[in-house]
């Protein structure tokens, strides 16, 4: 068995490409992942608010728009399902006359403002842009119900941490998400400011 796998495992030689300048790259076969499970997506907030199905990986694929007046400045984001369909699911821009990043999230790609309808949450930074934080459409805790029953919600934060060439090159991350119950709901989780 071991000299058969090892005639299996014989290196290709790579191909040299005339039309290409500089040196030739050997390929690597990358293991890819497989497609989303089949998501039918019947209401858009609902699905794009709860929690994926336990065991279940959604692969999703973000992409960015800078075309447009204005869009080199503020760009538009996109996040479609990654399957055979390309489904819509969220976009998101940057807040003009914000200090720090500051991004509206909405269930359409043409909607993106704050009192539309659409408008699901926001996502928002520190002022180094090394602390990020999600919120759903809720109230400021500052200008909420005296009951707080409209304050909004976190629902992810992300930290980022500087490496030693400062802000350029690549970081690591943390991510925190809120946990869930014995229902498969997300606990909710409402800062007083």
Known sequence: PKAAESEEETPETPQ?????KGKGKKSKKTKERPPSPVIEVDNLEEFVLRPAPQGVTIKCRVTRDKKGMDRGLYPTY????????????????????????N???????????RGGENFIGKLRSNL??????VFDNGMNPDRANADW?????????????????GFKGPRKMTVIIPGMNSDNERVPIRPRN
Do not use: C, W
Request: net charge positive; aromatic share 8%.
């Open 149 to 165: 029953s409209n304050v909004r919600q976190e629902l992810s934060a992300v930290v980022y941490e500087t490496n030693v060439l």
């Open 16 to 20: 040299k490409n005339s039309n290409k």
């Open 78 to 101: 996109y996040l479609h399902l990654d399957n055979d369909k390309k489904v819509f699911l969220l976009a998101g821009r940057k807040r003009k006359k914000s200090k720090t990043s």
């Open 128 to 133: 180094m842009g090394t602390k990020f934080t």
């Open 103 to 113: 991004y509206l999230i909405s269930i359409d790609p043409t909607d993106l403002s």
